[in-house]
T-cell receptor
Framework: GIQVEQSPPDLILQEGANSTLRCNFS?????LQWFHQNPWGQLINLFY???GTKQNGRLSATTVATERYSLLYISSSQTTDSGVYFC???????????FGTGTRLKVLA | DGGITQSPKYLFRKEGQNVTLSCEQN?????MYWYRQDPGQGLRLIYY???????QKGDIAEGYSVSREKKESFPLTVTSAQKNPTAFYLC??????????????FGQGTRLTVV
């Protein structure tokens, strides 16, 4: 099955700093989502981005499906950005998302 | 408001008991999913259902059972056969596409603890 690797596993930033989170996957995918898991455990949808680039406020994401990776950019980080960021991918004809192990982000005031 | 509601938020189970976790959605989604998350880990798929009265095993279905009698509801039963049930359980739903997945949305989760 498809393997998903996220890096870095842990990241500590000062408030206001920028960061890039990476998601590599081992096979071609038709679907890719980025989620933020808040301290209460809820998964918040950030981007549904099988390919291309999207932006939403301070966050943006790029997926290069042909090279099997996706990037999540966080600019001007805030303490509320803390939590775990997950990448999830799905291949053609499948009905399940495969999750990476996440990047734990802590933003310090 | 449209969304996915999981209940209860916290659940305690004694050894040997079956417990049922509720998941209801009013998004008119055809597909529903149950995932398990262990501390410090990603999510793993337990069961999924693409349409009413049909469901398939995911990667870790042993010790779990589901039903899909209504489009809005997809309850998960954790049976006594599940050897290590303490975990965080997340329900999700999405529209159904012929060629696979679409964007998935998650409920707030149920934390199950065996006491």
């Amino acid at each position: 099955g498809i393997q998903v690797e996220q890096s870095p596993p842990d990241l500590i930033l000062q408030e206001g700093a920028n960061s890039t989170l990476r998601c590599n996957f081992s096979d071609s995918v038709n679907n890719l989502q980025w989620f933020h898991q808040n301290p209460w455990g809820q998964l918040i949808n950030l981007f549904y981005i099988p390919s291309g680039t999207k932006q939403n406020g301070r966050l943006s994401a790029t997926t290069v499906a042909t090279e099997r990776y996706s990037l999540l950019y966080i600019s001007s980080s805030q303490t509320t950005d803390s939590g775990v960021y997950f990448c999830a991918v799905g291949g053609s004809g499948t009905y399940k998302y495969i999750f990476g192990t996440g990047t734990r982000l802590k933003v310090l005031a | 408001d449209g969304g996915i509601t999981q209940s209860p938020k916290y659940l305690f189970r004694k050894e040997g008991q079956n417990v049922t976790l509720s998941c209801e959605q009013n998004l008119n989604h055809d597909a529903m999913y149950w995932y398990r998350q262990d501390p410090g880990q990603g999510l793993r798929l337990i069961y999924y259902s693409q349409i009413v009265n049909d469901f398939q095993k995911g990667d870790i279905a042993e010790g779990y059972s589901v039903s899909r009698e209504k489009k809005e509801s997809f309850p998960l039963t954790v049976t006594s056969a599940q050897k290590n049930p303490t975990a965080f359980y997340l329900c999700a739903s999405s529209t159904r596409q012929n060629l696979g997945l679409s964007e998935a949305f998650f409920g707030q989760g149920t934390r199950l603890t065996v006491v």
